[in-house]
């Protein structure tokens, strides 16, 4: 089976400052992960993804991701928080030894809140 | 919100009534979903299509039916077994070419359904 958790409801950091999502997974091998941005009343953006090689992997709107395999964790980060990141955002996982569909699972969301 | 379009945007239904989602996608993927979003909940996938004339149901497929005739097309019906109705629905779409395990989804922008 394969799952992924998002602890926080909401995260609040201040404009600036670094931020950080917290996304951790559960798979039977080695995971593929994903995170999306949703804005107010709109569909999910892909933001990045993980696949296999360097930890750190980099996405769209300055956000990057570590993947972490021993403490099961993909969690989204950015240096500097701009108020225009307030969004909504999802982590996903997928298990490539579950075969079949290729449906990933995702987390029930984060509401980031960047103040001016 | 890519090369998928949903329509319409908000949808009113009476108890009762069949109301029918449209999603159309011309990026030309094999591969086609609906999902259900409710606050706090995340996504939860009602029906998948990896092909033409073909579909699968997802965690939450009572009450609601599909069709697939052409590539570019998967409607959703919503009919009146669906007790709770009210959402946010979103279709996506993947490409199950090269890389189909790991290949990102496209969201459409959604459709708010109220039931009247």
């Known amino acids: 089976a394969q799952s992924v958790a998002q602890p926080e409801d909401q995260v609040n950091v201040a404009e600036g400052n670094p931020l950080t999502v917290k996304c951790t997974y559960s798979v039977s091998g080695n995971p593929y992960l994903f995170w999306y941005v949703q804005y107010p009343n709109r569909g999910l953006q892909f933001l990045l993804k993980y696949i296999t090689g360097d930890n750190l992997v980099k996405g769209s709107y300055g956000f990057e991701a570590e993947f972490n395999k021993s403490q099961t964790s993909f969690h989204l980060k950015k240096p500097s928080a701009l108020v225009s990141d307030s969004a909504l955002y999802f982590c996903a996982v997928r298990d490539p030894l579950r075969g079949g569909s290729y449906i990933p699972t995702f987390g029930r969301g984060t509401s980031l809140i960047v103040h001016p | 919100d890519g090369g998928i379009t949903q329509s319409p945007k908000y949808l009113f239904r009476k108890e009762g009534q069949n109301v029918t989602l449209s999603c159309e996608q011309n990026?030309?993927?094999?591969?086609m979903y609906w999902y259900r979003q409710d606050p706090g909940q995340g996504l939860r996938l009602i029906y998948y299509?990896?092909?033409?004339?073909?579909?699968q149901k997802g965690d939450i497929a009572e009450g609601y039916s599909v069709s697939r005739e052409k590539k570019e097309s998967f409607p959703l019906t919503v009919t009146s077994a669906q007790k709770n109705p009210t959402a946010f629905y979103l279709c996506a779409s993947s490409y199950r070419g090269q890389g189909a395990s790991y290949n990102e989804q496209f969201f459409g922008p959604g459709t708010r359904l109220t039931v009247l």
């Open positions: 299509s990896q092909i033409v004339n073909d579909f």
């Open positions: 990026l030309n993927h094999d591969a």
